[in-house]
């Protein structure tokens, strides 16, 4: 293990015995004044790396975050790792600004949380540019990119910072970027030959299930009756939707609370609040609420109507398990939702923002459609081109039926080698089936080998076979083209007749889907009286400090306490998310109910 001082702030601050695979990497560069991209799944431990290099410059570290929530989520878990931290933004008084300026110009405070509005405003950059600006940390940032899926004008301009503090390292850092994104940040931001580092996209601890929508809200309350007062998120894509699924819920006995852009800001920042500190059980929400929530112990995640891109989803059942433990996401679909969610793009007046949001629902639609290991399309998805079955999903524990579909793979391939990987999914699909259309006479496509090769199947069919060759990695489509397809090198064997390939028998009419079973795999390893024990401790103290439960030690770190029983100060610092301030804060009371049960 190494004893690098990085390694030393980690454990004696954070509690941590070491680091995750390119923490120390990103952090080693940061610390030499590297830029960097950080790709790092939601969970996996962004904060850390802008963290340690700020407690371990002499100077201040600016975090450019979009939420003010997410901001005092963020200082209040780094004073309670005894970190000087503050944020500026419209919650504070004059005189409270005032003075943290005063404690960061006397260097007292050592990381200081802003919106990028605050962070442009000319005034705020001359007064950075009389401290010693040791780092520039863009959380979010794909929000910086137009091809990201959540694009914000006021991130476009942080390009500028580059010229106004060109020796300063900037980081920026997201959990969803693309390739066309990835390369767009860098563009956008100005980064100077910056360290990549992409960390793996997988969630394991995370179920995917997906079962087709009949009866939705009955669906949900049978589901709800199945968690054991776990922690959940329920996504809907309407605040009318939220008020009626929160206020049946209120009345099936349901501990949940509605939260919508629509509500007043006391009465959602008391939601937020609330669920944080475990005093609501349920939100149910629309996508306004969450971005960058740090609750680690979030059990499950439904989205009761299909999200606008795989971006989404991604980042918001991420939203579940974050301490590592066993947890669900679930989405309710009727393919009849496709159709509705389209129409609201053509409203988008911009129209190549509209081609990409498209392109991108296009992707969200054929995941719900998939017939393949759900897990293998999000991670192929992000380029993360994975071979391997999860078993850990819908798909993989009630698996279709599967055919040899070798010789459809070769002629949908062939027909896109044909085509000069020029043409998107419709077109391929009327070449394959020999369609006469004009635009395909006046290409000479009917011409080519592959024209009308596989007129003996329906659209459907040849539609479900490509998409689960993209999702199995031997296809993408190209957003910044229009979305054409183009073969990977993973094509080449199954060209070559190198390869059997096993197709999903495409469900032509949508069957529901069986429900996998509810049990995710339980952590046996601990005392569940003892864990239920220092639960009731940590709420205790929690709300004597107004602060989060998680703010105090996550699930997982109580889960490791009731398996090694630490009763001494030496035994608790061996426990994962014990540190020096956390020990003298917290983990002795900790320690003396261990020490009283046993």
Not at 452 to 468: M, T
Not at 550 to 574: G, H, K
Request: hydrophobic residues 35%.
């Amino acid at each position: 293990m190494s004893n690098s001082p990085a390694q030393q702030a980690l454990q004696q601050v954070f509690g941590y015995s070491e680091f995750r695979p390119g923490q120390e990497e990103v952090i080693n560069n940061t610390l030499n004044c590297v830029d960097s991209l950080i790709l790092m799944p939601t969970g996996g431990g962004k904060s850390l790396c802008y963290q340690v290099p700020a407690i371990m410059f002499a100077g201040l570290t600016v975090v450019i975050s979009p939420l003010i929530s997410l901001m005092k989520d963020q200082v209040d878990g780094l004073k309670a790792n005894g970190i000087n931290a503050a944020y500026i933004n419209s919650t504070l008084s004059y005189r409270e600004i005032y003075q943290i300026f005063e404690d960061i110009q006397s260097g007292h405070i050592k990381i200081i949380y802003v919106a990028p509005e605050r962070m442009l405003k000319p005034e705020f950059i001359e007064r950075l540019q009389r401290l010693p600006l040791a780092l520039v940390a863009v959380d979010e940032a794909h929000c910086v990119s137009n091809w990201g899926h959540d694009f914000r004008p006021e991130y476009a301009r942080l390009g500028e910072l580059k010229g106004h503090f060109p020796h300063t390292p900037i980081m920026a850092l997201t959990a969803t970027a693309d390739k066309a994104t990835q390369q767009d940040i860098k563009k956008q931001l100005r980064l100077d030959n910056p360290l990549i580092q992409i960390s793996s996209f997988d969630r394991p601890n995370i179920r995917y299930t997906l079962e087709e929508k009949f009866h939705p809200l009955q669906q949900v309350i049978k589901y709800l009756k199945e968690q054991e007062n776990n922690s959940g998120i329920i996504y809907c894509t309407s605040r009318k939707r939220v008020d009626e699924v929160s206020a049946q819920l209120c009345s099936h006995g349901f501990n949940a609370q509605g939260y919508h852009a629509g509500l007043e800001q006391a009465v959602r920042q008391k939601a937020q609040e609330d669920f944080s500190r475990d005093d609501v059980q349920i939100i149910v929400a629309t996508v306004a609420f969450g971005m960058g929530i740090n609750k680690p112990n979030v059990r499950f995640v439904i989205h009761y109507d299909i999200p606008k891109n795989i971006e989404s989803y991604y980042q918001e059942t991420g939203r579940a398990g974050r301490d590592g433990l066993p947890a669900e996401a679930l989405m309710l679909f009727d393919p009849s939702d496709i159709p509705r969610v389209k129409r609201f793009f053509e409203n988008i007046e911009d129209a190549h923002r509209r081609r990409v949001e498209e392109h991108r629902f296009a992707a969200m639609a054929a995941f719900a459609e998939a017939q393949t290991c759900r897990r293998q399309v999000l991670l192929n998805y992000f380029g993360e081109y994975n071979q391997n079955k999860c078993n850990n999903c819908d798909i993989c524990l009630d698996p279709p039926k599967q055919f040899d579909g070798t010789e459809d793979a070769q002629k949908a391939l062939s027909c896109v080698y044909r085509l000069n990987q020029r043409f998107g999914i419709a077109y391929t699909v009327e070449v394959l089936r020999g369609a006469q259309t004009q635009r395909i006479k006046d290409y000479g496509h009917d011409k080519i080998s592959t024209w009308g090769i596989g007129k003996d199947h329906s659209p459907e069919h040849w539609l479900s076979v490509i998409r689960q060759l993209i999702h199995h990695g031997y296809l993408i489509q190209d957003i910044t083209q229009a979305s054409v397809l183009k073969l990977t090198e993973a094509a080449r064997p199954v060209l070559r007749s190198q390869v059997d390939l096993k197709l999903a028998v495409p469900r032509i009419r949508p069957a529901k889907t069986a429900k996998a079973s509810k049990k995710t795999a339980k952590i046996t390893n601990y005392d569940k009286k003892l864990f239920s024990l220092l639960k009731n401790l940590r709420k205790q103290i929690a709300d004597e400090a107004e602060l989060p439960p998680y703010i105090v030690f996550s699930d997982a770190t109580l889960a490791e306490m009731a398996s090694i029983l630490p009763v001494s100060d030496d035994d608790m610092l061996a426990i994962n998310g014990v540190g020096q301030t956390k020990l003298t804060r917290y983990a002795r009371k900790f320690a003396e109910v261990i020490r009283q049960y046993t």
